[in-house]
């Protein structure tokens, strides 16, 4: 890297020792979101790297917004945290998926009100667990570096490590924002007692029961008549009343009722005229003697789907039968909650009024689960500190867990029902080049004019629109992309000057560019490369702590190919004696195929000088059985593993890539469907993919690969 001879502000010179007296650097910054990590802002000379002309690698020109990757997430939840969705219901975090919608929120004028927001990434990793419990019941487990939001601003857990800048941090004089959860953990299995109250409720709410007597047409005596149906404008209510029937073992035919008008949706009915159906229902919606809990559950379920309402914060549950009215209110009562019943109308309906706000909605919806989505909604509403959320203590577990985070496009979400901070996007242990450990993780360096002289760069006339590649060196989309968003600028420099390129990354905020690429793809060729190397979760909690899980970047992957991209995967490396068996290679390229992937790229494990003494006193530690294997595998200063080896991993590949059809060359990872004009046209011959360029020299193996160690 080159530094522009111009010195704009103060280094922290304690961060990484040296850099102080390099020009160029703008300041070293610390912030909340990124706890241990410093960033220092460069004012570069040069983008566009050319790669030497000894290297072995098979490309001329790099470009590397970052030196050192920010991997070291520690922001982190416990998977079975509830995160609210946007439509209204709650999912574990460990269910959230990249691309979900969830509920985040954002500031409009002097309110913080609740929004949609899209979750644009998901990993997990290891850390030392804290329970936060709160005066409602509420409790989370999350790290010590993770915010929550108080009504005094965002706090994390615990106050910053010995040594560290100190932050704020929660405390028992602290209240959270939100409305909470409370202290039951709600069982939503459909046990046939919520099933018999949702029907209950849903039917005498407001199904049409008919038994008569008719005569004859023939004028010889009567028959008796049994009709029932359901007419319903939401097909989730009636679809969930058609299978609990079902289950009940009455079947029903399905037709239209009311076509849709200019002020009135379209309504579909449920029906039977079978004198056993009729009986069966009747029987399954009689009052039970002595409800049980799941029944109430289930029967404010169905009552509140056909006759509920919740606006403008008000939520309501009416009907003109007083034993209705009465059901309704004991099944609230039931579970504590507190209720008006409001007076007759002229019309002769009864409300059933819930009172408490919006903490009191909220563990309704939890607790009952109605199936009408629509009745949930909470978007738009006004975030507020009304809800009994003081918190009462704070404590160590005494161990570290599994934990799960997200990245949202608002920068936070809600967890158990309080607002929980957004951490951003990714992390990786995929290179080590400032050295074995953690400078590499802290210390990043972020060249901020990076676009803008790429940008400038691309203009001369010297300028022979090679193919350009993206995450050879460091992670383009490594975690400090979600804060500094230099790719964007990237890519639009590389496409309007008719440049082709492409990206490697482990990174799923590549999905947040997605569109521009797809852009970019109709002027120049470009090429997207996802780099995968362990689907054992467990395994990749050890090695890749904090990384985003392999089902995340296949997620990515198959956004990617969905956007009309051919993904390439770089199943590398590949480590000896933990995944490079049969089975591991097998079940990797089976659920690289079932992501749309068209290629894999595969390669042993390389240790370079300094990050192989970590690995291998983190082999002690986790398998010291396969030690003296690893010391005869790459002996002394040896970097590769042998020859002999990866003739041995060739013939167990190899033949496994093309069972899975995933043994093509770098024939065309141009998106389907997009013609490529412009300068572009003229370079084909030089940028088929990731792979071949002009060296000439490049193989799939030899290409640049993403190191772990």
Request: contains cysteine.
């Amino acid at each position: 890297m080159r530094w522009q001879g111009q010195e704009l502000g103060i280094a922290d010179a304690a961060a990484l020792p040296g850099l102080e007296h390099l020009k160029g650097l703008v300041q070293s910054v610390t912030t909340p979101e990124f706890a241990g990590v410093t960033f220092h802002e460069v004012l570069c000379k040069t983008a566009l790297n050319h790669v030497p002309g000894a290297s072995a690698m098979p490309f001329d020109w790099t470009v590397n917004p970052y030196r050192g990757c920010s991997h070291a997430c520690v922001y982190c939840l416990d998977p079975s945290t509830m995160i609210l969705m946007a439509d209204g219901r709650s999912k574990a975090l460990r269910d959230v998926a990249v691309g979900d919608m969830v509920v985040g929120t954002e500031r409009e004028g002097s309110y913080r009100r609740y929004t949609a927001a899209t979750v644009s990434a998901k990993w997990s990793t290891r850390k030392r667990a804290h329970r936060v419990r709160l005066a409602d019941g509420t409790e989370l487990i999350a790290s010590a570096d993770h915010r929550f939001l108080t009504e005094r601003g965002w706090k994390y857990v615990r106050p910053a490590p010995s040594g560290s800048p100190q932050r704020p941090f929660l405390t028992t004089n602290n209240k959270l924002l939100g409305f909470g959860i409370g202290p039951t953990a709600i069982d939503h299995a459909e046990s046939p007692a919520y099933r018999t109250g949702y029907l209950t409720g849903m039917i005498r709410g407001d199904a049409m029961m008919l038994k008569r007597e008719y005569p004859r047409a023939n004028g010889r005596g009567t028959y008796i008549a049994h009709r029932f149906r359901l007419a319903l404008a939401d097909t989730e209510a009636l679809d969930r009343s058609r299978r609990y029937l079902a289950v009940s073992g009455v079947k029903t035919n399905t037709r239209v009722f009311a076509e849709a008008t200019a002020n009135r949706r379209a309504m579909d009915a449920i029906f039977t005229s079978r004198a056993a159906d009729y009986e069966a229902i009747t029987s399954l919606v009689s009052w039970p003697q002595d409800p049980s809990p799941d029944w109430h559950r289930g029967f404010l379920a169905g009552v509140f789907d056909a006759e509920g309402s919740c606006s403008r914060g008000i939520l309501r549950i009416s009907n003109k039968d007083p034993q209705m009215i009465a059901a309704i209110h004991n099944a609230l009562v039931a579970y504590d909650f507190d209720v008006a019943i409001e007076p007759i109308r002229p019309n002769g309906v009864t409300s059933v009024r819930l009172r408490g706000g919006l903490a009191e909605r909220r563990r309704f919806f939890e607790l009952v689960q109605p199936a009408i989505t629509r009745k949930l909604a909470l978007l738009g509403a006004a975030v507020k500190s009304d809800a009994p959320l003081r918190i009462v203590s704070i404590e160590d577990v005494g161990e570290t867990i599994d934990m799960v985070d997200i990245t949202t496009s608002t920068g936070d979400f809600i967890a158990n029902g309080v607002v929980s901070h957004n951490c951003f996007a990714r992390g990786t242990h995929e290179y080590l080049e400032l050295d074995a450990g953690r400078d590499f993780d802290s210390q990043v360096i972020v060249k901020i004019n990076v676009a803008e002289v790429l940008e400038r760069e691309l203009r001369r006339g010297s300028w022979a629109h090679e193919p350009v590649m993206l995450g050879t060196n460091t992670d383009p989309y490594q975690r400090a992309e979600g804060r500094y968003k230099l790719m964007p600028g990237i890519v639009s420099a590389l496409t309007e000057s008719g440049t082709p390129f492409s990206i490697l990354t482990k990174g799923t905020l590549l999905r947040r560019d997605l569109p521009l690429l797809r852009e970019a793809a109709a002027s120049v060729r470009v090429s997207i490369a996802m780099s995968i190397a362990i689907f054992d979760e467990a395994l990749q909690h050890l090695i890749e702590p904090g990384t985003p899980t392999a089902a995340a970047r296949l997620e990515t992957v198959r956004a990617a190919t969905e956007t009309g991209f051919h993904v390439t995967v770089f199943l590398m490396p590949i480590i000896p004696h933990l995944t490079d068996s049969i089975a591991a290679i097998d079940d990797a390229l089976t659920r690289i195929k079932a992501a749309g992937a068209t290629r894999v790229v595969y390669g042993a494990l390389h240790l370079r000088p300094g990050a192989k003494q970590w690995f291998m006193q983190w082999l002690e530690q986790q398998h010291p059985e396969l030690v003296s294997s690893y010391l005869g595998l790459y002996p002394g200063a040896s970097a590769n593993a042998p020859k002999a080896y990866r003739a041995w991993l060739a013939k167990r590949v190899r033949p496994l890539l093309r069972v899975h059809g995933l043994d093509g060359r770098a024939e065309d990872d141009h998106p389907r469907g997009t013609p490529v004009s412009g300068l572009a046209a003229r370079a084909d011959a030089r940028a088929s993919g990731i792979i071949t360029t002009s060296r000439g020299r490049a193989s799939a193996a030899a290409v640049a690969e993403p190191r772990l160690f």
